[in-house]
């Protein structure tokens, strides 16, 4: 299990064996291992990871508008706990947060 922030250090997800948990353990997403990124679960790009454990959406991707299908529901985890913040990054140019409403 891996915990992932945003830009601005808050803890915003959780990776695990390629699914993608909100901070309560609900499965909202999956990883794509051969395009090195996240879906949703309706199959549309994500985001991705920048320096290891910030998950930003590319701006630019190219996938917008590709649909990758359905991966099905992993269910719910639990939660692990929250890490705290760990610090701002910045933005890094090319890069948003992924909009609060796709972590559920």
Known sequence: MKYLFNSKGK??????????????????????????????MNGRYLGELYDGNRLLHRLGNGYENVSFGNYGNYGNIGSFGNPGNIGNAGMPAGYKDIVEEKLK
């Open 11 to 40: 803890h915003i997800a959780n990776e695990s064996r390629g699914q993608l948990h909100s901070t309560s353990g609900k499965n909202f997403g999956h990883y794509l291992d051969n395009h090195k990124f996240f879906i949703d």
